[in-house]
């Protein structure tokens, strides 16, 4: 069985799924040669996105999970638009009422995630509205950005942007690999960061909530806080 079989069923078996929407569900792919340092970008607003790293060569491919749960007539589809300079993939509405992004009609909303395989040295950008973004063995500059949602990135060999507003978010730092800059942000929601002990990292942490730590810290107090 193809890869990216395997990678959409691996995607169906973590959906929380409607039960009155299990025959609803949808699975599309797509696989292609990118060009060089094309920067890849992800939008989803409709679920999850989970990041992995590519083979050796130059190939992207994506496969998308989609539960069509909307009444209003509308299907959520998967969209991938190529060029030497970006590799643009979305999850799109077709047809129906209300917005682009939801359907106007209530009741269960439809839902998409998406697993991406990246291939090395390729910039990504990955947005979600609600839903998580997990990052896991990929060695690009990643920027990683939810409203809700958590953010999981793991084993990354490059520099990591993320930010959110009320998610949480974790990161895992590799042992003497990790030496570029790395900048989480968050408006209310948790950070934690793991790194071995060995690693020798200069890191400046701002927050108006609580910090704990294992290791030695200089803390400095702002506004008399």
């Known amino acids: 069985m193809p890869r990216i079989a395997l990678l959409a069923f691996a995607l169906l078996g973590t959906l929380p799924l409607h039960a009155e929407g299990l025959e609803a569900v949808e699975r599309e792919s797509w696989q292609e040669k990118i060009a060089p340092r094309a920067v890849v970008r992800i939008d989803n607003t409709h679920g999850d996105i989970r990041l992995r790293k590519a083979g050796a060569e130059p190939i992207m491919e994506v496969a998308a999970v989609l539960q069509q749960l909307a009444t209003d007539g509308s299907k959520l589809s998967l969209e991938v638009t190529p060029s030497d300079e970006i590799i643009d993939v979305r999850v799109i509405r077709v047809g129906g009422t209300g917005n682009d992004r939801q359907p106007s009609a209530e009741g269960p909303k439809p839902r998409a995630d998406l697993a991406v395989l990246v291939p090395v040295v390729h910039p990504l950008q990955a ?18 950005r939810t409203t809700d949602g958590d953010i999981l990135a793991n084993r990354i060999h490059g520099a990591v942007t993320t930010a959110n507003m009320r998610g949480t978010t974790e990161m ?54």
């Open 127 to 144: 947005t979600t509205d609600h839903g998580l973004i997990e990052a896991r063995g990929l060695e690009s500059d990643i920027e990683l």
């Open 172 to 225: 895992t730092l590799l042992a003497n690999v990790t030496t570029t800059s790395q900048k989480l942000s968050s408006s209310t929601g948790p950070i934690k960061v793991f790194t071995p002990r060995i690693n020798r990292l200069e890191v400046t942490m701002t927050t108006s909530g609580t910090m704990t730590t294992d290791f030695t810290l200089l803390v400095e107090h702002l506004d008399g806080r």
